[in-house]
């Protein structure tokens, strides 16, 4: 017998807690955009913070590899014999994570394609060239590692195109309408876990398409902060909030669930996120070493993504910017041109056909 497919409205107001945690939310946002810090500092600071994301998003899923050793993962300095599947999960999550600041960056609507890449990226161990991964072709469920009852029972496969679609609809269609940027966040997260499209990586991909939404909206906080360590310092309370509705079952209970709860714990994880990012950058800025917090106003956004280019090399080129961006060669040439009359870059080489830039004397690193 064909169930009928619950509509994708979730069933949600804006209550007390869930007002205070955007307050705090807003209140650490201003702050931490007013905050006087040197590019150096903000590139370290940014490169902390997806290392942070990329540990605690892993170890949600049981990869065993310390803060330590992700960070050497990815540097490719050290190989771990007998975690070379966990070395792929650290090297895909991370690559993701890049996409998913690439797909921000270059506005646009959250589209399944971005979704179907960001998994291809996640399970891909760390291979940048991927096909966006298509669905589920059968049943998967999700089952209680000590027990082995099942826990919950997504939608049967034949269902997930069309709920993919109207996720997708949906963060579309309520930017627009002054839904707060974290709800809309939390609500897509909730829906893609409940989807649940793949066979495995979804909870990463769900964690991916909260960043890609967050940073989408303006709320990527110069890249500092880091929801997964959240969720990871207390695994039980982030499991228990996800797990709404009378039943197990997707078509008896959970489509329709009121998700008051799950909003509740989000909002107040992005206001803690964003407060400790508050908290460690005001500490780098008092020991940053020149004040350029003018300097660092006057620069759009893009610039200041494409300082962390200039962390690993003193020039960089058309492609990098492409790369970076997720634009045209022809798009990131014309970014370039403009950075030069501004003041931002200074071409290095001109004379080579493969022009190369380098930051202007003002914003290089002490």
């Not at 902390?48 to 605690?56: D, E």
């Not at 962390?311 to 492409?322: M, N």
Request: with cysteine; glycine share 8%.
């Amino acid at each position: 017998m064909t169930q009928r497919l619950p509509a994708f409205i979730p069933k949600f107001t804006i209550t007390s807690r869930v007002a205070r945690a955007l307050m705090r939310i807003e209140a650490a946002r201003e702050a931490v955009g007013l905050l006087p810090i040197t590019p150096s500092v903000l590139a370290t600071l940014r490169e902390t913070a997806r290392l942070f994301s990329t540990h605690y998003s892993t170890m949600i899923e049981g990869n065993l590899l310390t803060q330590g050793q992700v960070s050497k993962v990815i540097e490719k300095q050290e190989h771990f014999p007998g975690r070379e599947r966990d070395e792929k999960e650290v090297l895909g999550y991370y690559a993701a994570l890049g996409k998913a600041e690439q797909f921000a960056a270059a506005r646009g609507p959250v589209t399944e394609s971005h979704i179907q890449t960001l998994h291809a990226l996640v399970m891909a161990g760390g291979r940048k060239r991927v096909k966006p991964s298509p669905y589920r072709d059968g049943q998967n469920v999700i089952r209680d590692s000590r027990s082995g009852g099942i826990v919950y029972m997504p939608p049967e496969a034949k269902d997930v195109p069309q709920l993919m679609r109207a996720l997708t609809a949906w963060i579309k269609a309520t930017e627009p309408e002054g839904l707060p940027c974290p709800i809309r966040a939390g609500i897509a997260h909730y829906q893609f876990a409940t989807i649940h499209p793949y066979y495995d990586g979804n909870g990463r991909t769900a964690r991916l398409l909260t960043t890609l939404i967050l940073h989408r909206g303006g709320y990527d906080l110069k890249g500092l902060y880091s929801l997964e360590e959240y969720y990871a310092r207390d695994l039980r309370a982030y499991y228990k909030a996800l797990t709404l509705g009378p039943s197990h079952n997707y078509y008896e209970g959970r489509a329709g669930a009121d998700i008051v709860p799950w909003v509740e714990y989000f909002c107040d994880g992005v206001a803690h996120s964003f407060e400790s990012v508050r908290h460690r950058a005001q500490e780098a800025a008092r020991g940053g070493a020149q004040d350029q917090a003018l300097l660092l106003r006057k620069l759009e956004a893009r610039q200041r993504k494409a300082l962390e280019l200039f962390r690993a090399h003193e020039t960089i080129t058309s492609r990098d910017v492409q790369t970076l961006f997720g634009v045209s060669q022809r798009t990131a040439r014309v970014i370039l041109a403009a950075w030069v009359e501004s003041g931002f870059l200074i071409v290095a080489d001109p004379s080579k056909k493969s022009r190369k830039y380098e930051l202007a004397i003002d914003f290089r690193f002490p």
